[in-house]
């Protein structure tokens, strides 16, 4: 919530005392939903007591859509592009998961190709989403110069991830069984370049930011949530790790080919569970993205060449039945939650987004603190509002 700049809107509530008297007469303050700079559109109510925050209650739904409706209603090769636009810093990892959940169901195994190629572009989403909010964060608190930093550096990566899929932002480039399509000629070669030169760069975070005494002053012990708040909201992610839950899927319970990347795959761990903690994780998870993405380029150029996907029949439909799949996204655990009846179209889908959980978590941790330390507060949580809403 950039510069100070949040539309609210204010009331009272009157603390009642013995036989009736009023006590005390706290505020109560609307954030929202109108801001333009909280990721979507968010509404928190909070109440004040003076300059200090009594009680938080984050207010959703503004942006609800139905997604889970409307997959009851797609068939199968459809869902992918409703599931790519929830949290839309993280398209492919979104797809990535329906399309897993419709695999285990149908019992289907995708070629060799397809799953190193799969890894590989999930790290790049990952590092996409990562870069945004590495650059957004600073700015919420008052520093410019970083944003422009992470989107020259997006651009490097948004570049190879367009000209492999088609799409900037949308990407619909899983398919049931693979990918839409093998990459075009000569992309490997750049988009290790542009993994490179990422790389190189990363260290202007380290200097801008956390090297930057107002930061770590409006960062260090701010915003502190404890492991127990962790798993009682089942907060997950960059957010939990910071928290010192160190807990990670592509490690402790690996898909696609994280299982054979475990000597280059880092899990980034804090124990302070602060805002200062929460970037540092992010930081960290960045830049082991991109050794990630080099290592599957290094495994892709030993693959003999081959199938992305498999054929599918001309009316693809799930056995009777249910699934559960769940996957390490960006913002933290993806679970799709698969129900068929044998038809075309899922009988239910429901999505368990990252957001929706750590968000929650905002009515435990703002009581009790300033009202100048919630949007720090609020910027570390690393949210997206579709995410929430779906």
Partial sequence: MANG??????????????GGAAESTDMVLNIGPQ???????????????????????PVIGYMHRGAEKLFEVRDYRQLIVLANRHDWLSAFANELGVVLAVERMLGME???????????????????????????????????????????????????????????????????????????????????????????????FDDLVLGNEVFRARTRGVGVLDPKTVHAYGVSGPIARASGVDFDLRRDEPYLAYGELRDTLRVAVRTEGDCLARFEVLLEQTCNALELADACLD?????????????????????????????????G??????????????????????????????????????????????????????????
Avoid: C
């Fill in 299 to 331: 495994r892709l150029a030993e693959l003999p060449p081959g199938p992305v996907n498999q054929r599918l029949p001309k009316v693809l439909k799930a056995p009777e039945g249910a699934t559960y799949a769940w996957t390490e996204n960006p913002l």
């Fill in 110 to 204: 995708v070629p060799r190709r397809a799953v190193w190629l799969r890894t590989l572009l999930a790290e790049l989403n990952r590092a996409l989403n990562h870069l945004m909010f590495l650059g957004s964060y600073p700015l919420e608190l008052g520093g410019i110069t970083p944003i422009f930093y992470a989107f020259t550096e997006r651009e490097d990566l948004q570049r190879v991830m367009e000209e492999v899929s088609g799409g900037r932002m949308h990407y619909m480039f899983n398919r049931v069984g693979g990918l839409k399509e093998d990459l075009p000629a000569g992309w490997t070669d750049r988009a290790r370049a542009a993994v490179a030169g990422v790389r190189g760069r990363m260290g202007r």
């Fill in 35 to 57: 801001h333009p700079s909280t990721h979507g559109v968010l509404r928190l109510r909070l109440v004040l007591d003076g300059e200090r925050i009594s009680r938080a209650e």
């Fill in 333 to 390: 655990l993806n679970g799709y939650y698969l129900v068929s009846k044998g038809e075309k179209t899922p009988y239910r889908m429901k999505l368990r987004s990252a957001s929706f959980n750590n968000i929650q978590a905002l009515s435990e941790l703002l009581p009790g603190t300033l009202v100048a330390d919630m949007v720090a507060i609020l910027g570390s949580f690393f949210f997206v509002v579709g995410d929430i809403d779906k």
């Fill in 5 to 18: 700049n949040a539309r609210t809107t204010a009331g009272t509530e009157t603390m009642v005392g013995v």
